[in-house]
Structures are given as structure tokens and as C-alpha cells.
């Protein structure tokens, strides 16, 4: 088991910053690789950026590249999401997800995670 809590969220107007952070306890195994995703009022869940512990290697949608950077911290069991430039279209609720392992590629989907933290929100305000 996997618990994930998310926190960093709130309101910031267009070009501001943003880091959300994840604290992640439970199964280390379970939790090898760690995702952010954002999910915006009558959209898709959409994958943000994914990395895997220890060992990098991260992944970012095309529409956060150059913006968003993802981090870990593994003393303190964290996974952040660096947030820069932010845009309204930035707007969302942003989830923390984790599962052991997934075929290379896949992710950036939600289908691959298992474990999902409770989110915290992002305005972006023009």
C-alpha cells in the first residue's frame, strides 16, 4: 500500500510559480514510479510529468515542457512538481500518483497508477 498526500496548491495570476509537493509513505516497491496529473473542470485526467525514483529518467506532457520540472527528494520521501510561467490553461486539480512499474511510454497515462493522492487545486489567473 501507497499513501500520498499532496500539498502547494493555490492561486497565483499568469507567469507566477508554483511547487506541489507529494509525501509518500508505505511500499517503496509500490511506489518506484511517481506521476503528477492534472484534471480540469469537464476535461480528461491528463498526465503532467513522471519520474522514477532513484534513477530519474522524467517524462512531461508537451504542454508543461521547458515549464515544469519534477523532483525528488528521497530523505524526505517527496516527489515535487516544479511549476513556472504558469497559464490559465494551467488551471486544474493536480493528483500525485504511484505504481511499482508500467511499459516504458505509458507513463504520462492515469491508467498505469494504482495509488492516487487526494490532489490539491491550481488557479492560474490572467
Known amino acids: 500500500q501507497v499513501q500520498l498526500v499532496e500539498s502547494g496548491g493555490g492561486s497565483v495570476q499568469t507567469g507566477g510559480s508554483l511547487r506541489l509537493s507529494c509525501v509518500v509513505s508505505?511500499?517503496?516497491?509500490?511506489?518506484?514510479?511517481m506521476g503528477w496529473f492534472r484534471q480540469a473542470p469537464g476535461k480528461e485526467r491528463e498526465g503532467v510529468a513522471a519520474i522514477y525514483r532513484g534513477y530519474g529518467g522524467p517524462r512531461y506532457a508537451d504542454s508543461v515542457k521547458g515549464r515544469f520540472t519534477i523532483s525528488e527528494d528521497n530523505a524526505k520521501n517527496t516527489v515535487y512538481l516544479q511549476m513556472n510561467s504558469l497559464k490559465p490553461e494551467d488551471t486544474a486539480m493536480y493528483y500525485c500518483?504511484?505504481?511499482?512499474?508500467?511499459?516504458?511510454?505509458?507513463?504520462?497515462?492515469?491508467?498505469?497508477?494504482?495509488?492516487w493522492g487526494q490532489g490539491t487545486q491550481v488557479t492560474v489567473s490572467s
Open positions: 500518483a504511484a505504481d511499482s512499474a508500467m511499459v516504458p511510454g505509458d507513463e504520462l497515462l492515469h491508467a498505469s497508477y494504482n495509488y
Open positions: 508505505g511500499s517503496a516497491y509500490s511506489s518506484a514510479v
